[in-house]
């Protein structure tokens, strides 16, 4: 036995988001249509959320026109592909919203890792500077500790105790930081 699908059934505001009211006429056509306009929109968009939003939008739009139309005596001939029109404008409008939107997220991303860039290679100018300013035993000291063995590990390779390699490191990096004119932080 075969199943038929039905459309899902669109339960529409009487109100888009900005609070303006949708005229009954103009919800029960909305609500008509609604299956067939918001999937093709949210083939449009990706998002389904943004396809109804800007439905119910398009829906209170037509109604604040018919309403300017009606008071002027001009008359909608055709309800529904009169919604269907402004429903399609809002929907291009936001897809050429889109790729202005994620060029500026692109260029900020951009620019985060530009300057994550930037103090990397900051860091590594100081290290360096650092470095040449510490004599050989203590370069070495230093370059243990940064691929993260303990000091007494360290202590153990040069013949020092784990302490004194620890204070050989700490009195280098006074020295550099004495001749960099860097202030001590904890200080």
């Known amino acids: 036995m075969r199943e038929t699908k039905s459309s899902p059934r669109f339960l529409l505001n009487s109100v888009d988001l900005s609070g303006r009211e949708i005229d009954p006429t103009v919800l029960s056509v909305a ?8 999937s093709y929109a949210e083939r449009l968009l990706g998002d389904p959320a943004i396809a109804i939003n800007l439905f119910e939008q398009a829906a209170a739009s037509v109604s604040e026109a018919i309403k300017t139309k009606q008071a002027s005596g001009s008359v909608v001939r055709d309800l529904a592909a009169y919604l269907f029109r402004t429903y399609m404008r809002l929907v291009s409008q936001t897809r050429r919203k889109e790729p202005m939107l994620q060029e500026s997220l692109d260029v900020e991303a951009e620019n985060q890792i530009s300057q994550r860039d930037l103090a990397r290679a900051e860091a590594a100018l100081l290290l360096d500077e650092i470095m ?44 550099a930081r004495k001749k960099l004119k860097i202030q001590d932080r904890e200080r």
């Open 31 to 38: 609500n008509r249509i609604a299956p067939k306009a918001v």
């Open 132 to 175: 040449a300013v510490c004599d050989r035993l203590t370069r070495e000291i230093a370059f243990r500790r940064i691929e993260g063995f303990s000091w007494k590990e360290i202590g153990k390779r040069y013949g020092l105790s784990g302490h004194a390699a620890e204070a050989r490191f700490s009195k280098a990096l006074d020295r």
